[in-house]
């Protein structure tokens, strides 16, 4: 298995701008994650799904978040306006349930200026 | 309010020696624990987990320990390597939560040849 894909990589955008992470997690796996890694906060849980339908999205810190999953292979992490405080690298993980670990992608690395 | 704790930000260990990486935490609900490892521009790989039944979990050259009374959990690694050398995340979970994890900080460990 390829493992959970992010894209992309990298993304820079200018403060007001919509911006669009990218998952697909492993093939089987009916958990995803979004995590936010940033110097002050450490790796924190934004939000996350369970067989498409969001679980718990206590951890996304403001209206300008939206996360979806249409469909079991597909996630999206929406930040609309983006802000310069939203420069983090963001984590997708996904897994196959209780009592396993989490399998993360690489992550994409967002700089808003 | 962290509820994971690694206190130890770095560590620095010569090759062949033992590595002790320490975490704390404060919330009595948490049943399992696991610890993953990051490489630079990669995303977190799950190391070893234990559950809160158990004291102790051995996986080659990695050993968590547990001790509930403590609220206190360590992993050490014996002997390190240079390929050992990235940072440590210490997790925990609450049961009936999914898969939902609070993370510490991380702990920087570097080993010398």
């Known amino acids: 298995d390829a493992g959970v894909i992010q894209s992309p990589r990298h993304e820079v955008t200018e403060m007001g701008q919509e911006v669009t992470l990218r998952c697909k997690p492993i093939?089987?796996?009916?958990?995803l994650f979004w995590y936010r890694q940033t110097m002050m906060r450490g790796l924190e849980l934004l939000i996350y799904?369970?067989?498409?339908?969001?679980?718990?999205d206590s951890g996304m810190p403001e209206d300008r978040f939206s996360a979806k999953m249409p469909n079991a292979s597909f996630s999206t992490l929406k930040i609309q306006p983006s802000e310069p405080r939203d420069s983090a690298v963001y984590f997708c993980?996904?897994?196959?349930?209780?009592?396993?670990?989490?399998?993360f992608g690489q992550g994409t690395r967002l700089t808003v200026v | 309010d962290q509820q994971v704790k690694q206190n130890s930000p770095s560590l620095s260990v010569q090759e062949g020696r033992i590595s002790i990486l320490n975490c704390d935490y404060t919330?009595?609900?948490?049943?399992?624990f696991l610890w993953y490892k990051k490489y630079p521009a990669e995303g977190p790989t799950f190391l070893i987990s234990?559950?809160?039944?158990?004291d102790k979990n051995e996986d080659g050259r990695f050993t968590v320990f547990l001790n509930k009374s403590a609220k206190h959990l360590s992993l050490h690694i014996v002997p390190s390597q240079p390929g050992d050398s990235a940072v440590y995340f210490c997790a925990a979970r609450i049961g009936g939560s999914g898969n939902k994890l609070t993370f510490g900080g991380g702990t920087r460990v570097l080993v010398k040849p």
């Open positions: 799904f369970n067989n498409n339908v969001p679980i718990d």
């Open positions: 993980a996904s897994s196959t349930g209780v009592g396993t670990e989490a399998f």
């Open positions: 234990i559950s809160s039944i158990k």
């Open positions: 919330n009595s609900m948490f049943d399992y």
């Open positions: 093939s089987g796996h009916d958990y």
